[in-house]
């Protein structure tokens, strides 16, 4: 029987979940869980494919931070551990691990134990709605990294590419950074579908793919 793999970039899709689901509490880890194996499942309805050609699904992502930090403008301690986006990123994980044919990929969060201002406070700093006399800690987010990510998509594409396990692989993602991988399984004759969830993506992305589907509602 045919078999689709389904790839999800957990980063992009929780990020992508709050401007698709608005309605949803981005907070319930469960329904966030839900959400992304009824999304694997209309996958397959659009491909005219049955349930029983789900191979697995594979969610990618990282461990939330657990250290303590120095807040940069009061000097405050916080402990990222016992934070809500940490308690969101155990149970999430936890929840998807429950999941029938769900396979749990995570790498490593980085960290320099430093500081860095939100992408919105250097846009209120460029158009002065913002002064540098008025920052707060709330302007600023901790400097971290997602890594090993994207090697293990690299590495799962690769197998499931080799050693013949499926003939389809379905991607969530919406960077260039899976061209090689995406060409490597094209090359051995896997049929390679993006599914960016509506994000728009380069021109000349479409070159390196087989197709381009979005199964999520449309975010207006």
């Known amino acids: 029987m045919p078999s689709t793999a389904i790839l999800v970039d957990g980063a992009f ?3 992508r979940y709050r401007k698709v689901w608005g309605d949803r509490d981005v907070n319930d880890a469960r329904t966030v869980a839900k959400t992304l194996f009824g999304m694997a499942l209309e996958h397959l ?9 789900l191979y697995r699904i594979f969610f990618y992502d990282c461990p939330p ?14 402990d990222y551990s016992r934070t809500g986006a940490a308690a969101f990123r155990r149970d999430l994980h936890d929840q998807l691990r429950r999941q029938r044919k769900m396979a749990l990929r995570l790498g490593r969060l980085t960290d320099r134990g430093e500081w860095k201002l939100k992408h919105q406070a250097y846009q209120q700093l460029r158009d002065e709605s913002l002064y540098w006399d008025e920052l707060t800690d709330e302007h600023f987010e ?7 990510v994207d090697m293990k998509i690299g590495i799962d594409i690769a197998a499931l590419a080799y050693k013949k396990q499926v003939d389809q692989i379905v991607l969530v993602a919406g960077d260039a950074d899976f061209i090689p991988a995406a060409k490597l399984a094209r090359y051995e004759g896997i049929d390679f579908i993006l599914d960016p969830m509506w ?7 479409h070159e390196h793919i087989d197709g381009l589907q979005s199964v999520c509602p449309r975010p207006f």
């Open 13 to 15: 899709f929780l990020a």
């Open 45 to 53: 309805k659009s491909l005219d494919r049955p349930r029983e050609a």
């Open 65 to 78: 931070l657990e250290k303590v930090l120095i807040k940069p403008i009061s000097g405050e301690s916080i």
């Open 142 to 148: 901790p400097d971290m990294r997602q890594t090993q």
């Open 199 to 205: 994000q728009g993506i380069a021109p000349d992305l």
